[in-house]
């Protein structure tokens, strides 16, 4: 089965820290993601990563960059937290040469205070 | 172009009933429509999926309708159980852009009572 990790399931954070979200996959999946869901506004992409190193901007990246060192492991770093950041953060993966399916996380709720 | 929209946002659902949900989409380019389930506490886990050269995919208690002409799909469950409650989201790609973003819909909660 595929499995991805997320650091922590619950983060408190203050305004203006620099916060950092690490998602790890153990499937060789090239492809990762970082969503942020909030209610009624569903999953919305904030990057994508198709192989180590290489990036695309998703949705609604102002605010947050990544960081794809290895191909396991992928981080959403928010450089000065602030409260419009409080939501659900979701990190999922894919292997487009077996499926479309994407294999998420269990999440990370952050609150900013 | 880019957005899904889903309905109802919320849906409660008597044990044994038809639990249907509906999602429409405008951009054409989009070959694949994913349907993901959602427990509380929990990730997104795939439920089904169809491509547009089918109008209908059925895996045992759950069919996708789809009508390319209308830019619509549907889910339906059949025989809902309580084990059914949870929120889904349908969702859109193509793998006609550069690296085949999914647009997912904004979620319908479902409840399903004994």
């Known amino acids: 089965d595929v499995k991805v990790t997320q650091s922590s399931r619950y983060l408190v954070k203050r305004t203006g820290e620099k916060v950092f979200l690490e998602c790890v996959q153990d499937m060789d999946h090239e492809n990762m993601f970082w969503y942020r869901q909030d209610p009624g506004l569903g999953l919305r992409l904030i990057y994508f990563?198709?192989?180590?190193?290489?990036?695309e901007k998703g949705d609604i990246p102002e605010g947050y960059s990544v960081s794809r060192e290895k191909k396991e492991r992928f981080s959403l770093i928010l450089e000065s937290a602030s409260t419009n950041q409080t939501s659900m953060y979701l990190c999922?993966?894919?292997?487009?040469?077996?499926?479309?399916?994407?294999?998420f996380g269990p999440g990370t709720r952050l609150t900013v205070t | 172009q880019q957005q899904v929209k889903q309905s109802p946002q919320s849906l409660i659902v008597q044990k044994g009933g038809i639990s249907i949900i509906n999602c429409a989409y405008e951009?054409?380019?989009?070959?694949?429509f994913p349907w993901y389930q959602q427990f509380p506490g929990k990730g997104p886990a795939l439920l089904i999926a169809i491509r547009p050269d089918v109008s209908e995919k059925k895996e045992g208690r759950f069919t996708i309708s789809f009508n390319k002409s209308a830019k619509q799909f549907s889910l339906h469950i059949m025989d809902s159980q309580p084990g059914d409650s949870a929120t889904y989201f349908c969702a859109a790609s193509s793998r006609k852009t550069s690296y085949d973003k999914v647009i997912f819909g904004p979620g319908t909660s479902l409840s399903v009572i004994p």
């Open positions: 999922a993966s894919r292997d487009l040469a077996v499926s479309y399916e994407q294999y």
């Open positions: 990563s198709y192989d180590v190193k290489m990036k």
């Open positions: 951009n054409t380019a989009f070959d694949y």
